[in-house]
């Protein structure tokens, strides 16, 4: 088995949302595919009025397949300081295609104000380990690892676009969507994350700007839930350095860069294959209307990197569990 579906971004490609239908008859919902968490949940009808605005609503009352999980019940935290928590169904969930009858389906009693005001995103669907699963008193699997055993391979693919639609793939690593060879390299979940190491970065085109400091080598998660690429100080402070009008602006939050400037290509490299995310995707969006909020910031007191759809849009990227030992693969396009 295997499937496609299409990830559409919102503005400034904040984040990325993709069809998933619920339940029978099927309630199609735009969730945010986050290979950050591992819970699937969504807005739903038990949620007060008050904390819906626009999104779309899965009635589990409306679907002939739900069953409640007695006594269960979930509750999230994001590192962003967003949450959420509800109880939990078992329904069929149909991704591009894919389709397992008996996901956990964690339905929203209360979601905070951040997810209120996002009115296009019904929810999220968690792709990191089910170690991290957040329903308790039994801890649920994700839909990657329900499907797993039904697709013809057990993997799935991110193909994000900057400002354009892209695909999440599931079961099948489709050629058309890259250039070149994989390159693979081992994970770690032992955090729950997709977590891996580079090998080195560099900053613009020079020759001599490859920059093998102590922070070439770091590691840090693959996330497609989180917006922009959030890197160790010094490798952000190695970038901005080469960008001027660049500062850090503690009131917007981070790096801010003049709009008009032309930035410097990121390259990192994994496993000695180097991966460039474009100078024009490290503008990444107006504060004001001359200054713009730059595209890298600092991972600080994250304690490991977090690589965001700024840098993983610039690649094919291979969540790959074909092995004992989990993989990402990253390929050019
Ligand atoms: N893995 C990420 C997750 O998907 C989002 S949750 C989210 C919150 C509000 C709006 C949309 C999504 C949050 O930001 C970074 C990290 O936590």
Redesign the pocket.
Known sequence: DSGSATATPEQYD??YLTPVSIGTPPQTLNL?F????SDLWVFSSLQPKSSVNGQTQYDPSKSSSAKNVSGASWDIS???G?SSNGIVFKDVVNVGGVSFDSQAVEAARTV?A??TS?TN?DG?LGL?FSTINTVTPTKQKTFFDNVAPSLDTKVWTADLKYHEPGTYDFGVIDDSKYTGDITYTDVDPSDGYWTFSTTGYSVGGAKNSTIKARAAGFSGIA?????LALLPTEVVNAYYKEVSGAKLDRSQGGYTIPCDATLPDFKFEVEGTSFTIPGQYINYAPVDDSTCFGGIQDDADIGFA?W?DVALKAAFVVFDQTQSTPRLGFANK
């Open positions: 904040i984040q945010d986050d290979s950050g968490s994001y590192g962003d967003s905070s951040q997810f996002d995103n999220l990191a996330d497609t839930g989180t917006t977090i965001g």
